[in-house]
């Protein structure tokens, strides 16, 4: 409901919010020329009287003293008949410079109250207040369970660029808006009387009849300061029955133009001050300052409508199509998602096929539409499940909690629930949890265990595919592949190779940096910002399935670096070992963050083999701040696959890697890097028990044999490398 409340009135409203919020932006620096324009002056001790002889000598046709927020003094006058008016020094009573009033301004205003539209246009603007209320309490309770509480309201946010800088300017301006939206709607109430508003000052029943009372003669305007002024309108030229008018910051009267006599006086009541106060906290007139910051503010408006535009049609566009999705009454797997991004709906379709192929039927649905009745052939619920915020039910999840706990107990369908999350939020797969947890209490059997993967790692949905498979009776290989991104052409730039002595040929890659749009560089996207251990996607000429490639640098480098090893077999390593500097392939990026160092100063171990020393030598290529970062690495033969030997020598040098321990197992001495890791056991358990992070990347032999290796290491001390993945101080990135 809070996510509908915030996104709806978004949609609909976004452009004239825009048009509002600009406009208003452009008025709030208005106050500020004037304060700037207007003459120096002192208004400590001058009184209205001594202002209005001053003016009336220079003057004598003058009708009206005008004070405005600015301290701007302004007189309008007549003169043979024709009508004048001029700022006002008000030490000498003398004009410095004509009056005009702005058509900018007047435009300006037109167009933020109305849209040129009158009261039509009025309540058009009153609503897209209204929708800007709506959007910065929704919002600010949106963030509020996003980061875990309002405790954490103002905490470090994490995710793809849109969403982190839509939450950050809205954090920023939240406040201006709140306090604008709010004073419009007052206003735009007050202008159509539904609130009280001015206390009319009844004008005198009767008067002296007579003229000529001196404006420095009457006690009311000389016990008046100029600094409350608003107003002092004289008596039209030969009516005997008109009066000075007299209105301040606190009250309005009127006085005899024969004796100088009060003749009535109004103090403003509550209702009128807080409408003035309103007025201020609105406009900026009598606060400069606060003015320009609430215009600061309201910039933020046009871009949070722009990146929520941008994060809506992001949604929208990352759930993908499902072809073959088989009637719920007919499949024997219900495959339900839970999704709030639509990234999830990706890793489902993914797995919908695979099943599908493996001769499975299978319905694929949001977890909003779960309907256990209508499962008449089903075997088995599949449910994946991303978390929103602080363990809340996603967009496509909502009500299914409630559903699942009203089904009745005794199911005989096993469930598996398969949890999507980041690690480094406090409810990590918090939703999936509770879900696992209600299924269990409602008795329905598992399936498998509740698992989950964070940060989308394909490789850990990789390992819960294979347990699945198992499960099933037959092997299933997810190879999750989301809608690819533009690619760009990367330009090979040069090349090492390697393995030709060992019959396996071998290289790292470098590449250019290709151009970027604008909008990759606004958001973040593409190779606008990457790091190493990301992933390189390349696309080989007559295939349109994408092969990915981990990268050994950053776009900090400003190149892009991969190594890689020739397949058997393998069309895209095929093509990209044929390469010569200048030829081109097209490729993308796709983020990894699972697999990167955790953002601490606790000692890096990093183990490789072959080219999955790649990643490994990109961190520590970026290891700037001299980080404890020891690497251990497994290879051929040191005179043929030495990957990165130059370097890494260098590296240890300067101190980005404190340590380099290589094995090779076509060497003098054969030896697996699983074998130098026992050599190094007792530095290892210690570097852990420090809260050392391990990363590993090569084949998937290789790292089985490196967490076996390590399970006995860490045994004496009672860790485990599966309570060290709980914690994300063990991350693998096979192949």
């Not at 709030?28 to 700037?36: D, I, T």
């Not at 103002?154 to 969403?163: A, E, M, N, T, Y």
């Amino acid at each position: 409901m809070l996510r509908a409340l915030h996104k709806i009135p978004g949609l609909v409203a976004a452009l004239l919010i825009v048009v509002l919020t600009l406009s208003g932006a452009v008025l709030s620096v208005l106050p500020a020329l004037e304060v700037a324009q207007a003459p120096a002056q002192s208004e400590t001790d001058l009184a209205v009287a001594t202002l209005a002889e001053r003016v009336a000598a220079a003057y004598p046709g003058v009708e009206q003293i005008r004070r405005a927020p600015s301290r701007r003094i302004t007189a309008f006058y007549f003169d043979g008949g024709r009508p004048g008016a001029v700022v006002i020094d008000p030490a000498t009573g003398q004009g410095v410079a004509d009056y005009e009033p702005s058509s900018f301004q007047r435009w300006m205003t037109n167009l933020h109250r109305s849209l040129f539209l009158g009261d039509v246009g009025r309540l058009s603007a009153a609503a897209g207040a209204g929708a800007l209320l709506v959007l910065s309490i929704s919002g600010l309770m949106l963030t509020a369970r996003r980061v875990g509480g309002w405790r954490r309201v103002f905490s470090r946010l994490r995710g793809p660029l849109p969403g982190r800088l839509h939450v950050e300017v809205a954090r920023l301006t939240v406040i201006g808006l709140l306090l604008s939206s709010t004073t419009a709607l007052f206003m735009t109430a007050g202008t159509f009387d539904l609130i009280p508003g001015e206390s009319a000052t009844a004008f005198p029943a009767e008067v002296s009849g007579r003229t000529g009372a001196a404006p420095g003669a009457m006690p009311l305007l000389r016990k008046t300061p100029v600094a409350s002024l608003r107003e002092l309108t004289f008596p039209y030229p030969g009516d005997l029955t008109d009066v000075f008018t007299l209105k301040t910051s606190t009250g309005e009267g009127y006085l005899d133009q024969g004796t100088g006599a009060t003749l009535a006086w109004v103090d403003f009541g509550a209702w009128q001050r807080l409408s003035e106060t309103v007025y201020m906290l609105h406009t900026g007139q009598g606060s400069a300052s606060l003015g320009l910051i609430l215009g600061l503010m309201a910039l933020g408006a046009p871009v949070m409508a722009a990146t929520g535009v941008i994060l809506w049609t992001q949604t929208r566009r990352a759930r993908p199509r499902i072809r073959g999705n088989a009637v719920a009454g007919q499949a024997d797997v219900i495959l339900l998602v839970g999704s709030e991004g639509g990234s999830t709906w990706c890793f489902a379709a993914t797995l919908h096929d695979a099943l599908t192929q493996a001769g499975h039927k299978v319905h694929i649905g949001a977890m909003a539409q779960f309907s256990p009745g209508t499962y008449k052939r089903a075997e088995r619920v599949i449910l994946l499940a991303a978390t929103y915020g602080d363990g809340a039910a996603p967009a496509s999840a909502k009500g299914f909690a409630d559903r699942l706990e009203a089904v009745p107990q005794a199911q005989t369908l096993p469930l598996a629930v398969l949890g999507f999350g980041d690690r480094q939020f406090p409810m990590f797969c918090g939703y999936a949890t509770e879900v696992a947890r209600i299924a269990a209490d409602r008795g329905w059997p598992e399936l498998l265990p509740m698992t989950t993967v964070d940060r989308q790692s394909p490789q850990e949905f990789v390992s819960w595919g294979r347990a699945l498979g198992k499960v099933l009776g037959h092997p299933l290989e997810l190879s999750h592949s989301p809608v690819n991104p533009r690619s760009h052409a990367l330009t090979l730039i040069s090349r090492r190779d390697y393995g030709a002595e060992m019959q396996a040929p071998a290289a790292i890659l470098r590449f250019a940096l290709p151009i970027v749009t604008i909008l990759e560089r606004l958001t973040g996207h593409g190779f606008a910002r990457f790091r190493p251990g990301d992933l390189l996607g390349i696309l080989p000429e007559g295939s349109s399935v994408p092969r990915f490639y981990s990268l050994a640098s950053g776009q900090r480098d400003g190149f892009i670096e991969i190594c890689i090893s020739r397949h058997p077999g393998g069309l895209c390593s095929d093509q990209l070992l044929d390469m010569q500097p200048g030829e081109s392939i097209p490729g993308f990026i796709r983020r990894n963050p699972a697999f990167r160092p955790a953002r601490n100063h606790k000692p890096i171990i990093l183990i490789g083999a072959g080219t999955g020393i790649g990643p490994l030598a990109g961190f520590a290529r970026a290891n700037a701040r001299r980080r404890p970062m020891h690497l251990y690495f497994g290879a051929r033969h040191p005179d043929s696959d030495l990957f990165y030997g130059e370097e890494t020598r260098g590296w240890q040098e300067d101190g980005r890697l404190t340590s380099v321990t290589t094995a090779f197992s076509r060497g003098v001495s054969r030896a697996y890097v699983q074998d130098a890791l026992r050599a190094d056991a007792t530095r290892i358990a210690r570097l852990i028990s420090e809260g050392a992070q391990v990363l590993v990347c090569g084949g998937r032999e290789m790292a089985a044999g490196v967490a076996e290796v390590l399970s006995d290491i860490l045994a004496p001390t009672g860790m485990t490398p599966a309570l060290l993945k709980a914690e994300a101080r063990y991350v693998e990135d096979t192949y």
